[in-house]
């Protein structure tokens, strides 16, 4: 069953998102959402449970052979006198010790079976709560991922999962045989002496009240203990993904001050979350002690009178513990609830998180498009309230099968107009169209089948090539790729590596070379031969002749095919069939590479200056 979903809660940013988390406290509704992921494995649990009334029933036995032991195997000199033993009845002995050995081992197996059944529905329900998390996850926007660090995506999927069993999984057999054993102890205590049950009951009131300071006092403990672990595992995923530029950069030190600041800041949580545990334990054991200290008073008197045996008097003391024992154990299971409902609030909330860009109801699919591209007044701006705009008022038209190079100086909205052609964003004012359809009256899955991406970052996934081409053609065979290949003219480089095409890339591609890496994100462009085309090109320096292959390729792959090109190379600035200069949002000027040059305009300014070296 999958989790359910508040569609009425926004996307938070990721400050927002720890911010809330740190004041808030736990939501007694929390087991309103939980209790329904517990619906696929229910039968699994009212096993557990049957198995857990079996195991108490076996423990509730102990004490009665041990009562049995001691009052009918000790013989003593008179029926009127129970104070001198003068022999033992081993009948009695040995059927006890016959009987506790049966129990042990009865409960031997009944605690296996229940650990089975509970760890089993542990097992189903954490993973697909997992699973859906991350479906939904890959649901969300690319608004979410571009403010959310992906070490806090990956903490919520992961640790927060793992922390919400002894909320759901153990949870529910632990109390239900807690309760039990409290329940069963008192009565039996109260039948057996009435005046030791009242004498214990003393302590029960300061039991609760602790239990229920103790869960108010730890709130906020938890939820900042949580805060910050995920706070340092996400500076540690991004360490270990830019580990390259850390290095570059001669920035070890401060990162690791960073790094130290962030686990210190834990640290310092988690004591005082550890100090807050300690006391309520001690606290807990002392009042254990204290209702021990009383019913051994109370007990001494009641068998010196001849209320009790000395039987019934030693099975009480299990009894007392079997009584005292459930209520600690409760206070312990208030702990971990209290940590699994602050994990569990954190998965509610990303569950919460609403896609920005979502399909309108009647969005239409186009089966086959002719590729023309218009932005028709086109604002945007990354902030909520619409200021400091990227695009400002833009109209641009792309004609279908040409090819056009957008250039202009860095951060002045180039990479925003793929962002919104893909439909990562949505404009704010006016319209992006496809063939004279407003791109948002597309299904997403549609509009990303005719429109094919290749970003700067050249993004591969671990596994082969073979793999990663399969991301655009899952049907296709190893001569697919292969012929695709060698029509872009790089099937002999591919089968240059130590294993062709079933070369292993690595991490991201780390085990290619960055020209290696673009050549093979083209060719998965390639085969899946959309309709337009939108090439980030990559400002890293490669050798010639790789240039020379990625410059064929990208000729190849543009033949038949709208292609919006943010422009570095001056190959593709030459050959594309209109140029677009994007300044400060605008669209300054609009042409072919020639007649732009005879404007001597901001395009001539940009082209003179990539002569001189410097980059577009």
Request: charged share 15%; aromatic share 8%.
């Amino acid at each position: 069953m999958a989790a359910e979903r508040n569609p009425n809660v926004r996307a938070l940013s990721d400050i927002e998102l720890e911010e809330t988390l740190a004041k808030q406290q736990l939501n007694r509704n929390m087991f309103g959402r939980l209790l329904p992921l517990l619906k696929p494995v229910r039968n699994y649990i009212f096993i557990a449970m049957l198995l857990e009334l079996a195991l108490v029933c076996f423990v509730f036995l102990r004490p009665y052979f041990i009562q049995q032991a001691i009052d009918a195997g000790l013989l003593y000199e008179s029926a009127a006198d129970r104070t001198t033993v003068v022999g033992l009845n081993w009948h009695v002995i040995n059927l006890a010790m016959i009987g506790l050995a049966g129990m042990w081992a009865a409960r031997f197996v009944l605690a296996g079976l229940s650990q089975y059944f509970s760890g089993t529905a542990a097992i189903r329900i954490l993973n697909q709560l997992r699973i859906d998390l991350f479906s939904h996850v890959q649901q969300l926007s690319v608004a979410y991922f571009d403010r959310t660090k992906s070490g806090r995506i990956i903490s919520r999927i992961d640790r927060d999962i793992d922390a919400l069993e002894p909320l759901l999984i153990q949870g529910p057999p632990e109390i239900f045989s807690a309760l039990l054993r409290f329940v069963m102890a008192a009565g039996i205590l109260l039948w057996v002496s009435p005046t030791l049950f009242y004498h214990l009951a003393l302590v029960i009131p300061l039991l609760i009240l602790s239990s229920t300071l103790f869960r108010r006092l730890s709130s906020q403990h938890f939820a900042r203990v949580a805060e910050n672990r995920t706070r340092f595992t996400a500076h540690l995923v991004e360490t270990v993904a830019g580990v390259r530029i850390i290095k570059q950069t001669v920035q070890e030190d401060s990162n690791l001050h960073r790094y130290r600041t962030l686990v210190n800041a834990f640290i310092h949580s988690l004591v005082r979350s550890n100090i807050a545990s300690g006391w309520f334990t001690h606290f807990t054991g002392v009042l254990t002690i204290l209702g021990l200290m009383l019913l051994l008073v109370a007990g001494g008197e009641e068998v010196t009178l001849g209320h009790l045996t000395l039987g019934q008097f030693a099975a009480s003391l299990f009894y007392v513990y079997m009584f005292l024992g459930p209520l600690q154990e409760l206070g312990d299971l208030v702990e971990r609830y209290t940590n699994g409902v602050a994990s569990a609030q954190r998965v509610f909330l990303l569950l919460d998180t609403k896609p920005e860009i979502v399909d309108q109801a009647d969005a239409i699919a186009l089966p086959v498009i002719q590729g023309a591209v218009a932005f028709k007044n086109v604002s945007f701006s990354y902030l909520p309230d619409q200021s400091k705009p990227v695009i400002k008022h833009l109209n641009l038209t792309v004609p279908a099968g040409h090819v056009l190079a957008i250039v202009g100086p860095t951060g002045h909205g180039k990479s925003t107009l793929i962002q919104l052609l893909t439909r990562f964003y949505d404009v704010q004012q006016g319209q992006v169209l496809i063939d004279q359809v407003d791109i948002r009256q597309l299904s997403q899955r549609n509009l990303r089948q005719h429109v094919g991406v290749v970003l700067q970052d050249n993004v591969l996934f671990s596994g082969s090539i073979v793999d990663n081409l399969h991301l655009a053609k899952p049907q296709a065979t190893l001569a697919d790729f292969e012929q695709a290949a060698a029509e872009l003219g790089i099937d002999d480089l591919i089968r240059r590596l130590p294993h062709g095409y079933h070369t292993e890339v690595g991490a991201l591609g780390s085990h290619l070379s960055h020209g290696q890496r673009q050549l093979i994100c083209l060719l998965r462009a390639y085969l899946a031969n959309p309709t337009i085309l939108i090439l980030d090109e990559a400002t890293s320096a490669v050798d010639i002749q790789t240039e020379r292959r990625i410059q064929h390729a990208l000729r190849r792959l543009c033949e038949g095919r709208t292609a919006i090109i943010i422009a570095h190379r001056l190959a593709t600035i030459r050959d594309a069939d209109l140029i677009a200069v994007i300044h400060h949002g605008e669209l300054a000027e609009l042409g072919p590479h020639a007649q732009l040059i005879q404007r001597q305009g901001k395009y001539a300014e940009l082209y003179h200056a990539y002569e001189a070296g410097e980059q577009l």
